[in-house]
């Protein structure tokens, strides 16, 4: 299995080298992550999954980029099938607070969710059984609720 969370784009530098995803422009951004998911392909068993956690990300002007969707076709033009996905709430906290004012001059609303995306190579059916059987635990305070 392979797990990412990756750069999203230029949201943050990680570090001054120009190698880095967060320095580059979207465009060279998505050219080297297309790269990487084409090299996770590769490199990994057939029958088994992959799964990145991202979300949008927006460009100078304020609108999104589409990354999620990016994200989606670069796997899916790397050879997996794009099998499941869920959302990844974040704790919501100071949201309220933190975006106030931005909604009053923007309209645009606070984020409080990652995008879970699980790509599949091969038979999904056969990866799942890879991962073997899932035991679920329940004291009996829980088994009664």
Known sequence: MIFSCPPYADLEKYSDDVRDL???DYHGFIDAYRQIIKACFRMLKDNRFAVFVVGEVRDKKGNYRN???DTISAFIDAGFNYYNEAILVN???SLPIRVGKQ???SRKLGKTHQNILV???GN???AAQAC???EIHMDEEEAEN
Request: charged letters at 20%; zero cysteines.
């Open 22 to 24: 967060s320095n580059m």
């Open 67 to 69: 990354f999620v969707s």
């Open 91 to 93: 704790v919501v906290g």
């Open 103 to 105: 909604f009053s001059q």
């Open 119 to 121: 790509f599949v190579k």
């Open 124 to 126: 999904g059916k056969k």
């Open 132 to 134: 073997g059987d899932v």
